[in-house]
C-alpha cells in the first residue's frame, strides 16, 4: 500500500508543462451567429474540457501532441465531433445547429469517459439541472421516481428489480457525487439530502451490472450526481418556500387541528476569484409532515473550489456537511391509524444524523497521449438516537469510508482508448450496535474500447476486487464487461452488453447486534459477496421527420442474481432478523420510451417497463417487486407560463415477507400506485425582473399508498416557491 500512494504522490508532483499545448476557439449558433455562454467543450475519451464564456471563447490547456477529437455540446443543440490537430496555429470556431428536442447528449459515467449517448453499449437515463427549477422538489429522490427503469423505497434505490426491501442497509446501485462513491461506511446505503438541489447540474443512471467498474454495489447500475462547475462571474440564487399538507380524507387519519407546513430555503452564489473560482450552496428544510411523530429539520452546505494549474493540472476540492434531526418514525399503528406510530411509542424521541465529507479531483497530462485523474475521499456518518445507553434501543454509530483511485486514459490510436486503474477504499465503524470493525477493498481495472470500425464501437475488459472484513475471510471477485454500439447513423443505434456485478456485504449486514421497534438482529460473520449476470440489448432512435420529431430507446435485459443476500426471519419465541445469502433469482424485461415534441412546442415523455422477477429457489415470483411501472411527463408552454404535469404508475407489489406479521400490522395493505404532480411556472424575466414564481402541487388526487411496509406515503402537499437569480 506504501508503493500505492508513494506512485500517486509523484504523480501529483510531476510537472507536465514539457509537452502541453493549448486549444483556443469560440463556439456560436450556426443560424444566429450568437455566442454560446456556458457549451462543454471536451476531448473525446478523456475527462478534459472546459465551458465557454459570454463571448463563447473556449481554452483548453496542457493537451498532448498529436491527433485528438474534441466533442462541443450544448443543450438544445445537435452535438458536433471535431477533429483536430495539436499543436495547430488556427483559433477553432465552431458552430453548432439547434435541435427541436432537448436532450443530454454526452455521458461520463457508463464508461468512466466522456462519449456521446449514441456510442453508450449499455443504457442510460438523465435528469437535468431543470427538473429543479419546473418543480418544487427539495430531495433527489424525489426526481428518481420520474425515472423509466427506477423505482425508490425510502433510501433504497431498485434499477430494473435489482432491490427489495432491506431494512436500509446494502445499497445494490453505486452512488456517486462527481464520480466519488457516497455509500456510508457502515450501512452502504445512499443518502438523499447531502446535495442541495441548486448545487446539481445533472444526474445519470446507467442501467445494469457496472462492477467492471465501478467495483462493490454496482451490482444494480450506477447513479452520478454531477454537481455544478463554478462561473466565471459572480452569480446569485435565492429560493423561498413553503408548502402545506392538505386534511386526509379519513377522520380517523387526522391527528392535529392544525395545518402542517414544509418549508424550504435554499441558495448558490459562484464566482471566479482569478485565484481560484468558487460554488456555495446551502439549503434549511422543516418537515412538519402529514404524520405524527414525523418532524424533521435538516440543513446540508455544499462548497467546490478549483483552480487550474498551467504546469500541474486541475485540482477541485468539493465537500459538505448535513444535519438531520427527526422523530424516530418506524411504521404506523395501523391501516385504521395509518398517521400514528404503534401504541405506546415516546412521542419525545428524536435522532440525529450527520453525514461530512471532503473530496479532491485532480486531473492531469501524463504523457502526450495519457490522461489522469485522481480522485481522494474522506466521508463521515454519525447517527444518534439521543437515548440513554442503558436504553435496549439506544443506537450510535460512527463510521468512515475512505477512498482513493487513479485512473488513466491512453489512447493508443485515433480509434483505440485503454481505461485503466486502481483504487482502495477502507471503512472503519465505532457503534455499540455493529461494535467496532474495518473493511478493506483493493482493485484493479481495465477496459478498451475500439471505435468507428465499421461504424461499430467495442468494449471489454474487467475489474479484480478483493475485499476482506476483520472476522470474515477474505473474497476474491472478477468482473468481466463485454459490448458493443452499431451506429445506423449518426442519429440511430443498436447495443449489446453483458457483464458481471457483485456486491460485498456491508458491516451493519455482517455485525448488526440491534433490538429496535420490536425487531432484533444478529450478525452472520460468514455472509459472502452476492453477485449478478446482467445483459442488454436496445436501440436508440432519433427522427426528425416523423409526425413529430422523437427519440425512442428501447430495451430487453435479463440478469441472473445468485447468492442474494436478504433479512431473514427466524421465529423462535421472538422474531429474529439475520441477513444470509439465500436467494437465487432472475429477472427479465423490457424497457421503451418516448421523448418527443407535439405541435413543436409541447414536451413530452413516456416512460414504461415490464419485469419478470422469479426466485429460482422458492419457483415463486420475487419479494417486493412490482412487474410494471409507467411514467408521463407533458409541459404546457405560454409565452412566460409553463404548466407541467407528472404521472407515475407502479403495479401492486405482489408478494411480501408474510414473517412481517408479527410486528407490523397491516402490513399487507398493499396497493397499486397512481400519483399524479403539476407545477406551475411563472417566468418573469420575461418582463426583465431577476424572478421566477413556482406553484405545486405533489400528490394532486391525494391518493393513498405505500412504498415501504407499513408507512403511508406522502399525501398531498401544496407548495409555493419564489426564486431570485442574478
Known sequence: MRKFFTLLFFLLIINFDIFAYEIIGFVYDSITSKPLAGATVRLEGTNFGALTKSDGKFLLTRVGKGQFNMIVSYVGYTTKRVKIIVPGNDTLVVYL???????????????????????????????????????????????????????????????????????????????????????????????????????????????????SLYGSSAIGGVINVITKEPSDKSSLTLKVQSGIYTKPKYEQWIYTDKPTTKSVVEGLYSNDFKLFKILLSGNFVNDESYRQFDKSTRYNLFGKISRDFKNYGKFTVFGFFSSDKRNDWVYWNSLDSATRPPTGTDLSRYLISNKANVSLDHKFLLTTRTFGNFKSSLYFTKLDSKLAPENPEYRLSKAFAFYNELQLNTHFSDNTLLTYGLNYQRNWVESNIYGKHKQNLFSLYGQVEVSRLLNTTFTFGGRLDIEKSDSSKQYLEFSPKFGFNYLLSDKKSIRFSIGRGFRSPALAERFATIKYSGFEVVPNYDLRSEFSWSSEIGTLLEFDRFLFPSIIDFSIFYSYYNDLIEPNFNVQDRPLIRFENISRAQIFGFEISLKTLLFKNIPFFVGFTFLEPKDLKEGKILKYRSKYTLISSVTLPYKFVSATFDFRYISKIERLDDMLRLQVEDYDAIVPIYVVDANLKFDLDYFKLPLTINFGVQNLLDYYYVEMVGNLAPTRLVSLRIQYSY
Open 97 to 211: 445547429t439547434p435541435k427541436s428536442i432537448e436532450t443530454q447528449e454526452l455521458v461520463v459515467t457508463a464508461s468512466k469517459k466522456l462519449q456521446t449517448v449514441q456510442e453508450v453499449p449499455v443504457s442510460v437515463s438523465f435528469i437535468g439541472k431543470e427538473i429543479y427549477s419546473k418543480k418544487n422538489y427539495v430531495r433527489l429522490d424525489e426526481a428518481l421516481r420520474y425515472v423509466s427503469g427506477v423505482t425508490v423505497n425510502k433510501d433504497n434505490i431498485n434499477i430494473r428489480g435489482s432491490s427489495g426491501f432491506s431494512f436500509g442497509v446494502g445499497s445494490r446501485v453505486s452512488y456517486l457525487i462527481d464520480g466519488v462513491p457516497m455509500l456510508s461506511g457502515d450501512n452502504a446505503d445512499s443518502k438523499f439530502d447531502i446535495v442541495p438541489p441548486e448545487a446539481i447540474a445533472n444526474i445519470e443512471i446507467v442501467k445494469g451490472a457496472g462492477s
